[in-house]
């Protein structure tokens, strides 16, 4: 399967204590690719068979700040203020006979100011933060919900395969979900 990722950081900065290829199309289309690749190929897992069968996924990543996530959070979910993720599924209103043929997903979209500061308030880095909500906004693009507790036990702790699926995790005990 391939992935084809349009990224966009523009208008936004890392600090300088920050590595700048965390807004960088080289650093998330491979790790998105792996996990999309780990959803669709597990029987297990709830993927759409449109996305299971696609040779080709195409997908939006935008960086922006508290600000324009706020604007966004107003206008598609009538909530007031930031957010750390918000994602905008295309699948709900894909065909199944479209089966085969290249698939958009949707679009992810990340404050980079609540990331810095869910980062500093967990005491992890921003590499990990935005590995984990960029993988929690993924997901909800394959369909997956936390509307009770149960669905989100189930969700949080994919999440957490899937950022050991690609080698960036916390040690055991700093872990946002601990999974026995």
């Keep these: 399967m391939e992935l084809d990722l349009s990224l966009d950081a523009s208008g936004v900065d890392i600090d ?28 297990d897992l709830s993927c759409p068979s449109v996305v299971r069968l696609a040779p080709e996924v195409s997908l939006g990543l935008r960086f922006t700040d508290d600000a324009g996530i706020a604007a966004l959070n107003s206008q598609w979910r009538q ?7 918000l994602s905008f599924a295309a699948l709900d209103d894909t065909p199944d006979w479209l089966e085969g043929a290249a698939v958009e ?36 693009l394959l369909g997956w919900d936390h509307p009770d507790e149960r669905r989100l036990s189930g969700m949080l702790a994919l999440q957490e395969r899937l950022l050991d699926s690609t080698g960036n995790v916390l040690p055991k005990g700093q872990r946002p979900v601990e999974i026995e």
């Design 16 to 43: 300088g204590s920050h590595d700048g290829s965390l807004l960088s199309n080289a650093t998330w289309a491979p790790v998105l690719l792996q996990w999309i690749e780990h959803v669709r190929s597990n029987p």
């Design 79 to 85: 909530t007031l203020g930031p957010t750390d993720v």
């Design 105 to 140: 997903l949707g679009d992810i979209t990340v404050s980079l100011d609540t990331a810095h500061r869910q980062a500093a308030d967990h005491d992890h880095s921003l590499r990990y933060e935005l590995h984990w909500l960029i993988s929690h906004g993924l997901l909800h």
